[in-house]
């Protein structure tokens, strides 16, 4: 599990720079999954217009806009406490923007970095698991009315419950 320094103050430590926030994150080599998210509602989570746009939970059936790829930054497992980047099928990543998620940014930084949680709060996350996406400022991603735009709560209800299915 990575340790995200607090970086206020921060002083090379033998020889290696602080890290900038400010630039993106790229790993070297990050092991990809392709995933689909069902909502509570039964609704598939989708990226309109494969990305660019707000995110809902408003899909009877899952396709291409509807397919997600998870990028796992910490190792090649999904497991209760990972984080991972999330992109959409126009190759964008989800993004916190305000209290919503939109599919619109080329790179991933902080904001666009999920931590994965499990219900039990351990172990592996495995096909058709439920899990909850956490933001980096700690708040749960949940749907608003019936399938309407992603937004972020402070709280988990049945809204911000997915249930996760790896497609190949």
Same mark, same amino acid.
């Given at each position: 599990m990575i340790n995200y320094p607090n970086l206020s103050?921060?002083?090379?430590v033998y020889g290696m720079q602080p890290i900038n926030i400010?630039?993106?994150?790229?790993p070297t080599k990050a092991t990809q999954i392709s995933v689909h998210f069902r909502a509570s509602n039964k609704k598939y989570v989708c990226a309109e217009g494969g990305g660019g746009k707000e995110i809902k939970a408003n899909r009877g059936s899952a396709k291409g806009w509807e397919t997600f790829k998870l990028i796992l930054l910490e190792n090649?497992? #999904?497991?209760?406490?990972?984080?991972?980047?999330?992109?959409?099928?126009?190759?964008?990543? #989800?993004?916190?923007v305000g209290s919503k998620l939109m599919c619109n940014k080329k790179s991933y930084m902080a904001s666009e970095i999920f931590t994965l949680i499990h219900p039990s709060g351990i172990g592996e996350i495995y096909s058709k698991n439920w899990i909850c996406l956490q933001t980096f400022e700690g708040k749960y991603v949940g749907y608003e009315k019936e399938g309407e735009t992603l937004v972020c709560s402070n709280i988990i209800t049945p809204k911000e419950m997915f249930k996760i299915k790896i497609v190949q």
């Open positions: 103050g921060a002083q090379p400010v630039q993106s994150i790229v090649d497992r #999904l497991c209760h406490g990972g984080k991972v980047a999330i992109s959409c099928e126009k190759g964008e990543f #989800l993004s916190v």
